[in-house]
Nanobody
């Protein structure tokens, strides 16, 4: 069954670091875009960071310079290294994958979400 499995969330103090991981099952092939979204309480889901199959990255202004997205194509895994964390980074973080199988339509997949809380 095609799925995304996230890990690495938790509680961290302001200024601390966390690393999120998201592993896509092997049945998901021809992955193009891998991204991390986040949704804070009472707010809409927003894009935090994205990385293309070629390694190009984009970040929300609010995380630029503090977060780093990377991917390991051999493992079908995307990472989000979060440094210098702030209370406003508190949110549920969701992994997103866009796959474009050859000769088929693009398919999007979402992870189940992992809670990240930044608090002293």
């Amino acid at each position: 069954q095609a799925q995304l499995v996230e890990s690495g969330g938790g509680l961290v103090q302001p200024g601390g670091s966390l690393r999120l991981s998201c592993a896509a099952s092997r049945s998901i092939v021809n992955i193009n875009i891998m991204s991390w979204y986040r949704q804070a309480p009472g707010k809409e889901r927003e894009l935090a960071a994205t990385i293309s199959s070629g390694g190009s990255t984009n970040y929300a202004d609010s995380v630029k310079g503090r977060f780093t997205i990377s991917r390991d194509n051999a493992k079908n895994t995307v990472y989000l290294q979060m440094n210098s964390m702030k209370p406003e980074d508190t949110a549920v973080y969701y992994c997103y994958v866009l796959a474009i199988p050859i000769g088929s339509i693009p398919r999007a997949y979402w992870g189940q979400g992992t809670q990240v809380t930044v608090s002293s």
